[in-house]
């Protein structure tokens, strides 16, 4: 339930007047609550009275600049507009975006501010000092429920002034001006938008947030006394497929096809989700639209209910070709995949360019499904009709802020499996597939592996390679988080200490090729599957050895467990070919900056040869060292562009050895 997060403690060192630290503060109460603000959602204002370098006073607009989330928002996120001229626009009989927009820019007092929200306009009159902006879900479940503006009105009475859906931008500040203009009294506090959101006012940061709070409670207590509040959990969730492996990377690669690019698809099975998913009218509830429209954005106006990737696509379709032509400018169709699925049998999917993108669909997709359940006990949820939600999904400015985000790194989308990934070798392929785009599954024996990084695109997971049910956990895992698999690195190995062949004991030999060898042809096997469903088509990538073509005396089992593994890859590049898999090796020599190769082990090495330590580390035919990160990055260039064409080869990344050249 809302409560008030304001601390009197927290602002004691604001000194007063500082307007604008009391704004970052509130904001950032206002974002810390999911139930009001979600993703770059909401937006805030303050007026502050500034003299320019002619000692001239001016009231200024301080407003929430886009790009900035509430949650973690700065002082450098509020941009600074002169706030006569900006009530002078709300005047104007009509102003189209590219217009606005430019108003806008061109009256900023600091050119390298982020360009301000396009709600400046209706800040700018509302006359109060500060504003607050949200899409409180308790506030659009009642507007977004039977007879919602009626519910509003008997709520707040005159307390608020009640402005019916316009699309936001400069139509909705002008329409925000006149009702201002005509009904605001002393005893009005805020506005509610139906189906959009509500605004609160104030003379002190304080005062604005803390009728935020005010007006929110005062919902949430509505939807309680009508016995709307509590959700039931009616299902079980250990009845559901959490195993789901092949079918989610199934149901990943249509999307992917019908997007025309690879996309990340985190899979939800928790009680909420699952109880959700399984309601009878799911397909009457569910196909109504979003709670508030800039969700679109995110989550595409209609979840996908039970998997029929095509009708889907035909549907949206329809959509945009029925609300193309009442459009004020021409529009081009975005992809026409779905962001959220609903199934009855896996729970919930989200699906996004990266893992951040497809757990913000998820987030937003939570709130909604709690909306929906609500509005229903409220007499039925209605969302806007698809033309208003079709506007914001091909609204210019909308639009400009996701091209924003500029060209999708290289593998945007695509998942990699990393084996040995604690160390060495291993963890510079983790780090080099996270840097290209990828989301990253690292397996290790070492425990370590579990924390080597803490981000959504990142999954650790301890394993022993040599377990053939531990394998085929992780590939399920692996699937669960992220939706496939489409490059494999298989890194894990060991290399024992010297033994000669009169001496090599049989159960060492057996172990080498347990691990280097068996282990490989396991996981191969188990994750041929999952590569074939790859959008972009399979990956693997063979960590091999200069010994596979110039062993060395002492290591037999090592040596012939990588020619064994070699000539392992070479068969699969001839068998998989046909599903579009490439498998192609990569043999380092003498790299130093691994676990095995302490200082200890260098100087004694570097010793034997009569070489000091930098001559050993150099000693190849380019006299260059090779670092982890050169072997990591021909890794990528093998699963990237370069070697698109190219499957069974095999390169050295050994600075050049003239044994093997
Ligand atoms: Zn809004």
Known sequence: MM????????????????????????????????????????NTSVKVLEKDHFSVEEEILYVKGSGWDLETIEAEGFSPVQLEHLKRLAGLPSLSDPEMVNELVTHMTRAA?????????????????????????????????????????????????????????????????????????????????????????????????????YLV????????????????????????????????????????????????????????????VSCRDLE????????????????????????????????????????????????????????????ATLGMCTVGRSAKEAEIVADIYRHTMEIIQRAEKLGGYRALPARDIFDIEYWDLEQAKLKKAGKPPRFAGEIALVTGAASGIGKACVDALLASGAAVVGVDINPAVETLYVRLDYLGLVGDVTSETRLEEILTKTADTFGGLDMLVLNAGVFPAGCKIAELPLEQWRKVMALNL????????????????????????????????????????YSASKAALNQLARVAALEWGEDGIRINSLHPNAVFDTGIWTEAVLTARAAHYGLSVEEYKRNNVLKTEVASRDVAELVIQMCGPAFAKTTGAQVPVDGGNDRVI
């Not at 500082?18 to 979600?38: M, P």
């Not at 999307?255 to 996309?263: C, D, K, N, T, V």
């Not at 282990?519 to 200069?546: D, T």
């Open 3 to 42: 409560n008030s997060l304001w601390s009197d403690g927290d602002v004691v060192n604001i000194p007063v007047g500082d307007d604008i630290a009391f704004r970052v503060y509130s904001s950032r109460l206002l974002g810390k609550d999911k139930s009001l603000v979600l993703h770059g959602g909401g």
């Open 113 to 213: 501010a982020p360009v301000p929200s396009v709600e400046a306009i209706l800040h700018a009159v509302i006359p109060h000092k500060y504003v607050d902006h949200t899409h409180a879900d308790a506030v659009v479940t009642i507007t977004n429920s039977s007879e919602g503006e009626e519910k509003i009105r008997r709520i707040y009475g005159g307390e608020v002034i009640i402005i019916p859906y316009v699309m936001p931008g400069f139509d909705l500040a002008r329409l925000c001006a006149q009702r201002l203009d005509a009904e605001l009294t002393s005893h009005t506090v805020g506005m509610v938008l139906l189906n959009h959101g509500i605004f609160s006012f104030g003379e002190s940061a304080k005062e604005s947030y803390e009728r935020m709070i």
């Open 217 to 276: 409670g005062k919902a949430e207590a509505y939807l309680q006394s009508q016995a709307a509040w509590d959700i039931t959990i009616t299902k079980d969730p250990a009845e559901y497929d959490r195993d789901a492996g092949l079918r989610l990377a199934a149901l990943r690669n249509r999307i992917a096809g019908a997007a025309g690019f690879p996309m990340i698809m985190r899979h939800h099975t928790d009680p909420e989700t699952i109880s959700f």
């Open 284 to 343: 009457s509830i569910a196909q109504q639209g979003p709670a508030t429209p800039d969700h679109v954005i995110r989550t595409k106006r209609l979840p996908m209910i039970n998997g029929d990737v095509d009708a889907y696509v035909a549907a949206y379709k329809a959509y945009f070709f029925e609300n193309e032509p009442l459009a004020k400018e021409r529009k081009t169709i975005l992809d026409p995949a779905p962001r959220v699925v609903l199934d």
């Open 518 to 557: 068996d282990a490989n042809l396991v996981l191969m096997r188990q994750a041929h599957p999952f590569l074939k469903l790859a959008p972009k088509g399979g990956r693997v990538v063979i960590i091999g050895s200069k010994n596979v073509h110039a062993p060395g005396p002492g290591a037999a089992p």
